[in-house]
C-alpha cells in the first residue's frame, strides 16, 4: 500500500503524539511506502518561519528520512488536478495533497473532516 501524510498528521507522527495512534500501524507496516509531500515540507517551512511552529526542520527532515519515509515531489500534472477539484476546502496545501493522492494515486491520511469528502483515497482517522 502507498499513502501519503497530510501534514499534521506526519507532524502528530513525528512528534509522537496520541493523535497519530490510528495512523501508526500503518505508517510502521512494511509493506507500507509512506510518503510526504513536498508540499508539506513548503508548509511546515512557511510555519518555521512565521512563528507558527516551533520545530528544527533539518532535524525532521532527519527523522522522516529514518523512518523510510519517501519525498513526493510536486509536479504539473498534481498542480492540474487541483483545478479539477470542487472547492469545499480552502487551504491550497491540503488541496494539493488531495490532488496528488488522487493522481498517484494513494490514500491520504488525514484528521480533517473536509478533506474525506473529496475522494474515496482520503482517509480519516
Given at each position: 500500500m502507498r499513502i501519503l501524510l497530510d501534514t499534521n498528521v506526519f507532524l502528530w507522527t513525528l512528534l509522537g503524539?496520541?493523535?497519530?495512534?490510528?495512523?501508526?500501524?500503518?505508517?510502521?507496516?512494511?509493506?507500507t511506502d509512506v510518503f510526504i509531500s513536498a508540499?508539506?515540507?513548503?508548509?511546515?517551512?512557511?510555519?518555521?518561519?512565521?512563528?507558527?511552529l516551533n520545530l528544527d526542520f533539518a532535524r525532521a527532515r532527519a527523522q522522516s528520512e529514518?523512518?523510510?519515509?519517501f519525498d513526493l515531489a510536486v509536479t504539473a500534472s498534481h498542480a492540474e488536478a487541483v483545478t479539477k477539484l470542487p472547492v469545499l476546502?480552502?487551504?491550497?496545501?491540503?488541496?494539493m495533497l488531495v490532488a496528488q493522492a488522487v493522481s498517484e494515486p494513494m490514500k491520504l491520511l488525514t484528521g480533517d473532516k473536509q478533506l474525506a469528502e473529496y475522494s474515496e483515497l482520503v482517509y480519516l482517522i
Open positions: 503524539s496520541s493523535r497519530a495512534e490510528s495512523a501508526r500501524e500503518l505508517v510502521l507496516d512494511s509493506t508540499a508539506s515540507w513548503w508548509e511546515i517551512a512557511i510555519k518555521i518561519g512565521i512563528g507558527k529514518r523512518s523510510g519515509f476546502h480552502r487551504d491550497p496545501f491540503d488541496r
